[in-house]
């Protein structure tokens, strides 16, 4: 009779624990602020939206990669009752390890933001620093892998059945004339500031940068 009871306890003490994380998932509990993107075994990809003033509530988040869109100076609120103020400048990337917050838009303009989530351990694969028709800046490094401020110049061009060992999350700045087919699917040719594509590791795919001035993008590439 004891043991079974404590069956029961460990299993309700399970439950309880998985329904709090559930309710942690940004996504469910602040829906206003946080939209799947792109979700994968790879990586979650939220766009992260906050009008000036505006608060979150509680929440956590894994190991992550976070891209700056538009500028903002946020605070962060932890469980520990801690405040930290952050500005976030545009077109900037930061590792931010996993965490349980609660933001808060203490600036006076809107702050977007792409938050590129990992959901494994850190892999094998070499990620590229140099390519051809690239200029390729670091902007932040994680165990999981790097977000690079990618500069496509003309000629830049992957021919069809192109495939790497590493994944990666393709965030547009602004307008962008690049042609992106993936895996035999109609091509991508229209990008617009904060636009995102998802090139799975091995998965063939053919671009094409057609401008005549480079046009920058941001790459997330996952080991």
Do not use: C
């Not at 043991?3 to 329904?19: C, H, I």
């Not at 790097?146 to 992957?158: D, I, N, T, Y």
Request: aromatic share 4%; proline share 8%.
């Amino acid at each position: 009779m004891k043991a079974g009871l404590t069956v029961l306890v460990a299993v309700a003490m399970v439950a309880a624990v998985a329904g709090t994380s559930r309710a942690q998932d940004p996504v469910k509990v602040d829906p206003g602020h946080y939209k799947v993107i792109v979700d994968n075994p790879s990586v979650r990809v939220l766009r992260i939206t906050y009008a000036a003033g505006a608060k979150s509530k509680m929440h956590e988040h894994p190991d992550a990669i976070v891209v700056v869109l538009s500028s903002g100076k946020m605070q962060f609120a932890t469980p520990d009752g801690k405040t930290e103020d952050r500005d976030l400048p545009a077109d900037t990337a930061m590792f931010t390890p996993a965490v349980t917050h609660n933001p808060s838009n203490i600036g006076k303009t809107a702050m977007d933001a792409i938050l590129v989530e990992f959901k494994s351990k850190a892999g094998t694969a070499t990620i590229p620093t140099d390519r051809p028709n690239m200029k390729i800046k670091s902007l932040a490094e994680a165990p999981q892998g790097s977000a690079s401020l990618v500069s496509l110049e003309p000629g830049f061009h992957e021919p069809a059945g192109t495939k790497h060992d590493y994944d990666q999350v393709v965030i547009a700045l602004g307008p962008t004339p690049t042609s992106l087919a993936i895996d035999g699917k109609p091509a991508k040719t229209t990008w617009k500031r904060g636009d995102v594509s998802f090139i799975g590791r091995g998965v063939a795919h053919e671009s094409k940068f057609s401008g005549d001035k480079p046009a920058d993008v941001v790459i997330v590439a996952i080991k």
